[in-house]
């Protein structure tokens, strides 16, 4: 039997090429493929930043949009995909500003190069990712959309924990306890389980935390009991294995509440206010992130006023690295107030007054700031890596904000000094037209946030009904 026709290759091949042509062919792939690796790497590192100008200097990728108006439903939108950069840990890795345009500058050689980018970032004007969908997916969701509220009676030992208020809530965490009470008076309440599409888990974490009798570090034990008392009296959670069950949480300490049920947090769906892309508690597919909201009452007067005279404007405790890098920066600014701590005047002047209200990370990316931006007119400046902004994969973040990566902080003031009239215009515009999906009322009105909430609960839910055929008994 001959010799395989590989090694007959192999042979004729020793006699064709000079053992240097033999080198040169067998270091070649592997030449090309590290440098290919190589050239991806840098693209990956230097597309993390947000700002890019063909004249070594920082401009902002800017967007914006129309309005919208439909038979029954009008407002705007578009979705808006944030890169996962690293996380600044300390005031070194605030980069030196001389770098930025050298990166930015490779950034887009190697965009275009690779075929990833046009080099264009101004050609999406729109306030919503696909706004004629989604007002057709609002319709179907606000017409089919059903929850079935695990009940308890007013009796309960923890109808604080379990119940909604009877006062209208306050504070950093409202939107949690406003979910609650907008949901239980709302028609997406179901008794029948038959037909429901999710099942509500009505603990509030920012009332546990506050209960002497559970308090922070027993919420994970409160949790597990939850979930093994619904899933004996009831057979909902063991048929899905709680996978059409949700929670809400605003108070970061939702991201404990699942630390005795690591089952249950993988299938569980989680809408909350403190949503970040890397820790292993969120997953941006399953969950959702849902805005916090520090509750007001009206309206607020001359939301485009041209007296907005001040450039940015933040104040705050500092309690994180990026806090510090912002102060340290800009503590001195004539036309950026950074300010360490309380005003000693109504915020509401400084945030009618501004231009720009910058949102800094804190011990978690989430605060109301955001929202009381919007709610003044104020374009929000977000600084807060890997943060899964609420709704946003229903409005354009880029369209009425800008996203600045921690490293940035040194040439903030270009970045935002750059953006001309016109695009400010179309940013505050565009603050306007969402700001009604940041806002949560006494009795909830179409777009709010109680809605735009539901909606992101709506595409969460299962296409796949299983239905009881015993009777069940209910509390």
């Known amino acids: 039997m001959g010799k395989p026709s590989s090694f007959l290759l192999y042979k004729i091949s020793e006699h064709r090429f000079p053992a240097a042509f033999k080198g040169f062919f067998y270091f070649l792939p592997i030449s090309l493929a590290l440098t290919t690796l190589l050239l991806i790497f840098i693209y990956i590192t230097t597309t993390a930043y947000y700002v890019t100008n063909s004249h070594a200097q920082t401009t902002l990728y800017l967007e914006t949009l129309p309005t919208i108006s439909s038979s029954n439903y009008s407002l705007d939108h578009t979705v808006t995909t944030f890169p996962f950069d690293q996380t600044v840990e300390n005031d070194d890795l605030v980069a030196d500003p001389s770098s930025l345009a050298t990166l930015a500058r490779t950034s887009k050689w190697l965009g275009n190069l690779f075929g990833l980018t046009n080099g264009n970032y101004t050609n999406n004007q729109e306030a919503y990712h696909d706004r004629d969908l989604f007002l057709e997916d609002y319709k179907q969701m606000n017409k089919s959309l059903k929850i079935f509220v695990y009940p308890h009676p007013k009796d309960d030992p923890f109808a604080n924990v379990l119940l909604p208020t009877d006062y209208e809530p306050t504070g950093n965490y409202a939107s949690e306890l406003y979910f609650k009470k907008s949901l239980m008076k709302s028609h997406f309440v179901t008794k029948d389980p038959n037909e429901a599409d999710l099942f509500y888990m009505p603990f509030s974490m920012s009332t546990m935390r506050t209960d002497p009798r559970i308090d922070v570090e027993g919420i994970p034990d409160f949790v597990k009991n939850y979930i093994l008392n619904i899933s004996h009296k009831y057979p909902y959670w063991n048929r899905t294995g709680g996978a059409d069950h949700f929670y809400v949480a605003c108070h970061s300490i939702g991201k404990t509440a699942f630390d005795k049920s690591f089952v249950a947090r993988l299938n569980v ?207």
């Open 269 to 475: 769906i989680q809408l909350v206010c403190s949503s970040t892309y890397f820790p292993t508690y969120y997953f941006p597919h399953k969950d959702a992130s849902m805005p916090q909201v520090w509750p007001r009452i009206g309206e607020p007067t001359n939301l485009l006023t041209s007296k907005r005279k001040r450039l940015a404007f933040f104040a705050g405790a500092v309690n994180s690295p990026v806090r510090i890098a912002l102060l340290k920066a800009w503590a001195n600014d004539t036309e950026i107030f950074a300010h360490s701590g309380r005003l000693q005047t109504p915020y509401s002047e400084q945030l009618l007054g501004s231009k720009f209200c910058i949102h800094v990370k804190g011990f978690e990316v989430n605060t109301a700031r955001v929202a009381d931006s919007l709610y003044y007119g104020c374009v929000p400046i977000i600084l807060a890596n890997h943060y899964d902004l609420p709704f946003t994969d229903i409005v354009n973040w880029r369209s009425f904000s800008v996203v600045v990566h921690h490293r940035d902080i040194p040439v903030l003031k270009n970045i935002l000094q750059r953006i001309s009239i016109a695009e400010y215009e179309m940013l505050q515009s565009n603050v306007i037209k969402v700001r009604k999906h940041f806002q949560w009322h006494p009795s909830p009105i179409d777009f709010d946030a109680f809605h735009m909430s539901m909606y992101e609960l709506w595409k969460r839910r299962s296409v796949v009904r299983v239905r009881l055929t015993p009777s069940v008994e209910f509390m």
